[in-house]
């Protein structure tokens, strides 16, 4: 298969982490004879930095004429304490998003045998949690109007959702049911918020069509509290932006490491693979960075092309790495001075040579 | 002292474990002379259904009389599912803090070491956490200008904030930590919202003038993370309504029960006690809903008085409960058939004669 894939790197740890899931497709390519090439465009801070601007005009023209981009993080530590700047690297990703008209966010949480023990929740809670979070990524208080009043005392955003925004993603998340435990759970806050009951009265609707699935409401302040609770008891969740936004970090507890979870943004024409965690601009370049969700995002892309070998290969490696403890020190705990190369590293040997990897 | 107190037990649980909060400051008034008085009123799924009403002109004009508020829980299963009715229990609620100007809602997080346990974290993990979290109460998305089209098909809600509302609970929240561990994280969702860029920059601005509190930051995705990964960090957490409303919630997994968590709502004017959990009609009237979160309300509610000898019976009361597992089955492993009722009565035994209770 030929695949165009633009890589987005962006801010902090990005490009590390980045490069260990380019390094890994570029083993896959090799092994399965595809020819995949890699096309890197600006975003985010370094965007700013080079061009005024987060998003400039040639990496949208890239992203477009890709097949499926692979995109690292943004953000760094200036912005966030900075809250007058207009020009801001989120804006980069925020516009991507839409531009690209990436509705669907499909956020995997899976917590791993090995890795139980690394949680700060029991074991028994969370062993066998297997959750797939269906976030909409390009509506909600995200993209409504904002203002700011002239004296800059008011400041307002707009949470604003239509049936046709609802229902494109909600089929989407019933069908996932369908295939797997056949449950459903919408997260909203509908006993305060008019876009919530919207969404409820829309998902409602559409239940009819999927008669072999349970579905079930949760209101967002109590589905954070069992999510930590009882995690088990979700298949899929399906939610707005925001709420699915601190769903899916605050999942990441049960993962062990927020370093583990990759994501796939979803359109009608583009298809997007990201690391969930952000640009950590705090330890980058230090080479401690996990490349783990960066490379599973790579998986998720080769998921999406029907290249089911070459994803279940990547998560072998992924999985041997974690068995064998050549992890980054936000889970390592056997050997000092696995770097985030090293571990690329490895599952790129691994991709290789399968039968005979062994940390050397 | 005199103290008149409104009391609206409202719906579901709310009736059971206010009628234990009323117990115990009735014992407490016996012990130590004071005289309060106890006016109930309509709130919430039962005042629709016996005036059509969420919040009858009747309670507003007891809560404004009152010196305070004790209030249960409101809303029902019926309506959960109903996101068409427009007459909703939670505006009761909803109405009832914004009348009364109450703009600050104080919720502590305290692990309780005889509980350490029964958390789903590690007991190592949440060891000695003590959290104040400030919410908002009055402004942000709840009380924004909420629209539905016409053909039923777009619906938004605007969150807005001034820095007048902002300004004065951060000053609260501020003064909180100076006579706590002298740390402040305002929680936002700044990299988005420009209400949350407002927040960060009115509180900037105020940091100066508390030049030994620690200010901090943190966007509530990585927030919802960080509290259930390292909960210890955290001393005073302000946030908007919203937030607020999700943190708490998802904080009772640290203190293992939601029915364990207490606030107060405050104002310039008013003063309203209530336990954080909701309605639970589903277990309403069994005997077997916590009461001590509504009894921590009332000790909050006695605090509030400078009654600090009182509310400390009362604590110690909570205590002495959990310790010797008179506990409902929430929190009981030990005992069957602790009731409700049995919580309440053990405690008013304890204020009764604080050296001599014990199971009988
Ligand atoms: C950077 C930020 C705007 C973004 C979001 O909230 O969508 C990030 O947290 C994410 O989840 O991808
Ligand atoms: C009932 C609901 C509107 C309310 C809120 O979200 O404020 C409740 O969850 C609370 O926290 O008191």
Redesign the interface.
């Known amino acids: 298969m030929k695949l165009n894939i633009a890589v987005l790197p962006g801010d902090g740890i990005g490009p590390e982490v980045i490069a260990q899931a380019v390094k890994v497709l570029k083993a896959i390519a090799m092994e399965y004879n595809h020819v995949f090439t890699f096309q890197h465009a600006l975003v985010g801070a370094s965007a700013i930095e080079k061009t005024n601007n987060p998003l400039p005009e040639e990496t949208i023209d890239i992203c477009e004429k890709a097949d499926a981009i692979l995109f690292g993080a943004i ?1 760094n530590a200036a ?3 900075d ?2 700047a207009k020009i ?1 690297p ?1 804006q980069g990703l ?1 516009r991507l998003r839409k531009s690209l008209g990436l509705y669907t966010n499909i956020r995997p949480v899976i917590a791993y045998d090995d890795l139980l023990n690394k949680s ?3 074991k028994k ?1 969370i062993a066998n949690t297997n959750i797939l979070i269906y976030r909409e990524l390009t509506g909600g ?2 993209f ?1 109007e ?3 009043s002239e004296d ?13 925004e609802v229902e494109r993603i909600a089929h989407l998340a019933f069908k996932a049911a369908q295939s797997r435990k056949r449950k459903l759970t919408l997260v909203d ?10 969404w ?2 829309v998902v ?1 609707e559409l239940a009819p069509q999927y008669p072999n699935v349970h579905l079930n ?1 949760m209101y ?3 589905a ?2 069992e999510l ?3 995690p088990r008891q979700f298949d899929v969740i399906l939610t707005e932006n ?1 709420f699915g ?6 999942a ?2 049960i993962v062990g490491s ?1 370093g583990l979870l990759a994501s796939a943004s979803l359109g009608d024409k583009h298809a997007m693979f990201e690391p969930i965690h ?1 640009a950590y601009s705090k330890i980058a370049n230090k080479g401690i960075a996990n490349p783990i969700a960066a490379i599973l995002a790579a998986a998720m892309l080769l998921d999406h092309f029907g290249l089911d070998d070459e994803a279940a290969l990547v998560r072998e490696g992924v999985d041997k790495s974690l068995k064998l403890h050549i992890t980054t020190p936000d889970l390592n705990t056997k050997y000092d001075n696995i770097t985030t190369t090293k571990v690329g590293d490895f599952i790129e040997d691994f991709i290789n040579n399968p039968d005979e990897t062994n940390l050397n």
């Open positions: 953000g912005f966030d304490l809250p007058y801001r989120e925020l700060s929740l029991k809670q208080i995200y409504g904002k203002k700011l800059g005392n008011t400041a307002s955003d707009i949470c604003e959702y239509t049936r046709f806050k509908a006993n305060a918020l008019e876009s919530s009951r919207l409820r009265r409602q409401f967002i302040d109590n954070a509290m930590i609770m009882n925001m936004d601190i769903l899916s970090e605050e990441s507890v927020i952000g």
